[in-house]
């Protein structure tokens, strides 16, 4: 008989003590069912956690604000931390939008007469303007310069430009005036006006107008020197009675009857019932009236060119002429003689002394 070895005997007793403790364990530890949750549970256990949670946040706030209070209390300089010095960008101003019809002054303004210059009253003067084309458009001659506000002074008001202006350009502007009658100061304004009528000046909204302003002095007063008056005598240079027919022309320096001539100084026409005297070359007529006009009547008498027409014969009608050598002189209407048709006058020239 073989003789068994310790080690074989150990292995096989090892086998046998494992399958009876496998025998003896029982059905539930071998098989165990899959767990299933709790709700209940599950909501205790999630409630417990909130509240563990809750406190644990509790004092972690109160471990801050004692750890920032103790913090505070402690006496420790800061350290500084160190700066970047920066330059301020250079911000560029935005560029101005111009208009198209923008006026500035001029080098200077004001070329003649100043603002308050001393004038005479009824004292003519000319006012000249220097301005700039400050806007973006072309000044064309169908610009003008019109009276805006104030006192015109006798000037007249509107003005088409003498020339074109280009932007950037000046121009001077003139306008002729005569200075008020009675002391005082007076301001005349005035303002562009571009084609389609719109007005334009200087200032900063190119709204406002430019002027001329001046003063009216009183003129002092002196006792007047009686003037000593002559009256010249009259000089009788022509007179004479004539008869003239339809179309005849009459020279009142010499009496001649012409039916044309550059020297003659009226012409007699005839239609129907109408009758006409007309002054030709530069001579002038006046009716005067029945009463007889004297030198001086006829010389200072306000004679035209115009024609006078009348119906029928007015005897002893008067009438001033001045001949086309610039001689006074009066006229009468004496009778018209329907067979010939002739109107007689007689007439006198005076020479001037």
């Not at 909501?43 to 406190?55: D, K, M, N």
Request: proline fraction near 8%; charged fraction near 15%.
């Amino acid at each position: 008989m073989k003789k068994v070895s310790s080690d074989r005997v150990f292995y096989n007793s090892f086998l046998l003590v494992c399958f009876l403790l496998t025998s003896c364990l029982p059905t539930a530890l071998i098989e165990s069912p899959v767990p299933t949750l709790d709700q209940t549970a599950l909501f205790a256990t999630s409630e417990l956690l909130v509240t563990e949670a809750f406190y644990q946040t509790q004092t972690l706030q109160v471990y801050e604000a004692t750890s920032v209070a103790i913090a505070k209390t402690a006496a420790v300089t800061p350290t500084p931390i160190p700066t970047l010095a920066r330059t301020r960008p250079v911000f560029a101003s935005p560029t101005e939008l111009r208009e198209c019809n923008m006026a500035a002054p001029g080098t200077p303004l004001d070329v003649t007469i100043r603002d308050d210059t001393q004038m005479a009253p009824g004292e003519s003067f000319t006012k000249t303007w220097r301005l700039l084309n400050a806007g973006t458009c072309k000044w064309t001659r169908m610009y003008s310069l019109v009276f805006f506000s104030g006192n015109p002074m006798d000037a007249i008001q509107s003005f088409y430009l003498a020339s074109e202006v280009q932007p950037g350009s000046m121009i001077d502007l003139s306008v002729d005036m005569v200075a008020p009658g009675a002391p005082g100061t007076y301001q005349s304004n005035w303002i562009l006006k571009d084609e389609q009528g719109q007005l334009f000046g200087i200032g900063p909204n190119s709204d406002a107008p430019f002027w001329a302003r001046i003063q009216v002095a009183e003129v002092a007063t002196s006792t007047p020197e009686p003037t000593i008056t002559v009256t010249p005598t009259p000089i009788i240079y022509l007179e004479g009675s004539i008869s003239i027919i339809n179309e005849n022309q009459v020279d009142l320096d010499t009496g001649i009857i012409s039916p044309n001539s550059v020297l003659s100084d009226l012409l007699f026409t005839l239609d129907g019932n109408s009758y006409k005297l007309s002054p030709i070359n530069g001579a002038g007529l006046h009716l005067f009236g029945t009463q007889m006009p004297e030198f001086n009547d006829c010389r200072n008498a306000l004679v035209s060119a115009d024609p006078i027409t009348f119906d029928g014969i007015q005897i002893d009608t008067y009438m001033c002429f001045r001949t086309n050598q610039g001689l006074p002189g009066r006229l009468r209407l004496l009778s018209f003689d329907d067979v010939s048709d002739s109107l007689k006058i007689d007439f006198l020239t005076w020479s001037l002394p």
